[in-house]
């Protein structure tokens, strides 16, 4: 089968897919305005990609495609429905990255509360502060709201629970047995308990998935509910977030915010981007959508890519599908 990956992918993965029979096109550069050409070029089979969007427009010109796979959790980059319409399967690697991402929450936290980059950039401009910065609040015994407990969330709470924190969590298909083996407290799958929970909560990650229920999940309501000086953290998707409300808390309520995803992100590896979020008067802190790029993480990544091509290579069968095609 003849595999395209557009998108940085292990040496080791591509090595495997070879060892599979596969022919390997690698060419992580590619992006949406030059995906289609590439799929036409090299009449790629099956699709790889990280964060690279694959809109319609490239799929529905895309004859020879019989599989896409996302290397990593989320999907919302591959327009799934297009894909579905086309008879092409949508695949995923749920889990591979969970702890990498959840790894990356708990440092947002610390960085938040130690005001780790606003230190380091004081010190580099040649002023020392040790007055100022001596008023970190302290995470134990603070209360973590999680909202989303999936393969990330749970890790998260995890890390939490080892820097003493005290749990409170929402998530659709929390269950009582599954919070008490966790040790947390669950609450309500309601609006009205999520909003009593961010009253009383110290910081707040969030960990769902980007679908129409959860677009803007995260809006004026959301943060008007928050306590004034929260910490507010974001390694899920862009698009859960309502940008121009967490602006206004940040400004207004003081709240202090660390994003790994943004709602207008670029859809290639490396552009020219600024977020309107960097001219706000107030604590952002801001990483490349970076949560699941660690060494580790993407060698289960790539391991598990392999393993969905070879199940669609050897039995037609591909695992992890998405969105409803030969699953």
Known sequence: MRVLIADKFEADGIAALKGLGCTVTSEPELGPDTLA?????????????????VPATVIEGAGTLKLIVRAGAGYDNIDSRAAATKGVPVCNCPGMNAVAVAELTIGMLIALDRRLPEQ??????????????????????????????????????????????????????????????????????????????????????????????????????????????????????????????????????????????????PGTAQADWRSALADVKGVIHFTHHSGASTDQAQHAVADEVVRIVKSMKETGRPLHVVNGVGA
């Open 37 to 53: 050409e590439a799929i036409r070029r090299t009449e790629a089979e099956i699709l790889v990609v990280r964060s690279t969007k």
């Open 120 to 265: 380091d950039a004081q010190l580099r401009a040649g002023t020392w502060n040790k007055k100022e910065f001596g008023k970190s609040r302290g995470l134990k015994g603070r209360t973590l709201l999680v909202v989303g407990t999936g393969s990330i969330g749970t890790e998260v709470i995890k890390r939490a629970k080892a820097l003493e924190m005290k749990i409170v969590a929402q998530s659709r298909s929390l269950g009582d047995d599954t919070a008490r083996a966790l040790g947390i407290e669950p609450i309500p799958y309601t609006r009205e308990a999520i909003v009593e929970a961010l009253k009383k909560a110290d910081a707040v990650t969030i960990h769902v998935a980007s679908t129409p229920d959860t677009k803007n999940l995260c809006g004026p309501g959301f943060f008007g509910a928050m306590k004034p000086g929260a910490y507010f953290v974001n390694t899920s998707r862009g698009d859960i977030v309502d940008e121009q409300a967490l602006a206004h808390a940040v400004e207004s309520k003081g709240i202090r915010a660390a994003l790994d995803v943004y709602q207008d992100q």
